[in-house]
């Protein structure tokens, strides 16, 4: 399988914490990217790390990647009870950019 | 609001009715696509559309039919569905720029097949 795979499965924090998830794949790639899920609802894109960078960050999210051990890091920062959801990392698989292969998320509970 | 936009939300359907979803993009994007969720089951890529020409048809069970008659429009016809069919259907459109594929979900519809 090309799935990619998040760890944890489930992660539960307090508010103010950090919460970080990890995503590993097995196919080379163009770029990497996270997506959050509210329960019940579509996607929703967070963040693209291109396979020649290696951190990157949009305001309370810190993504970095590893291309040589095939891994990727999300770190929420701060975390609010809001970012109770789960989250995915998906990648090209390096093909084309028409298909992405998501991973099996991460739940995060966020308690106030 | 993504700009995609999914209805019904919910369904509920006998194994021998015909049922469609419809999945309409607002964004201008040149692709289109459906998805399964399952309960503890990753995300899985049904069908892609590009350019209204189908891609992929990612080994999809006939009771599962695509129709997209345009870039902005993508349809789901379902017929003589089994009980595992039951899921999250999301539809998602994306347009490609600078080798990057940002794809955006509609809220998806709740599938129940009795």
């Known amino acids: 399988s090309q799935q990619g795979e998040e760890d944890p499965q489930a992660l539960s924090i307090q508010e103010g914490e950090n919460a970080t998830m990890n995503c590993s794949y097995k196919?080379?790639?163009?770029?990497l990217q996270w997506y959050r899920q509210n329960s019940g609802r579509g996607l929703v894109h967070l963040i693209l790390?291109?396979?020649?960078?290696r951190e990157k960050h949009s305001g309370r999210l810190r993504v970095t990647l590893d291309t040589s051990k095939k891994s990727s890091s999300l770190l929420i920062t701060a975390s609010r009870a809001a970012d109770t959801a789960s989250y995915f990392c998906?990648?090209?698989?390096?093909?084309?950019?028409?298909?992405?292969?998501f991973g099996t998320g991460t739940r995060l509970q966020v308690f106030p | 609001e993504t700009g995609v936009t999914q209805t019904p939300r919910h369904l509920v359907m006998g194994m021998t009715n015909k049922k469609s979803l419809k999945c309409e993009q607002h964004?201008?994007?040149?692709?289109m696509y459906w998805y399964k969720q399952s309960a503890k089951k990753p995300l899985e890529l049904m069908f892609v559309?590009?350019?209204?020409?189908?891609?992929e048809n990612n080994s999809v069970p006939s009771r599962f039919s695509p129709e997209c008659p345009n870039s902005s429009h993508l349809f789901l016809h379902l017929h003589t569905l089994q009980p595992e069919d039951s899921a999250l259907y999301l539809c998602?459109?994306?347009?490609?720029?600078?080798?990057?594929?940002?794809?955006?979900f509609g809220a998806g519809t709740r599938l129940s097949v009795l």
């Open positions: 964004l201008g994007h040149n692709a």
């Open positions: 998602a459109s994306s347009q490609e720029r600078g080798g990057w594929n940002i794809q955006y």
């Open positions: 790390i291109r396979s020649n960078e």
């Open positions: 559309y590009n350019f209204k020409e189908q891609t």
């Open positions: 998906a990648t090209d698989g390096g093909w084309g950019t028409d298909k992405l292969i």
């Open positions: 196919t080379s790639i163009n770029n």
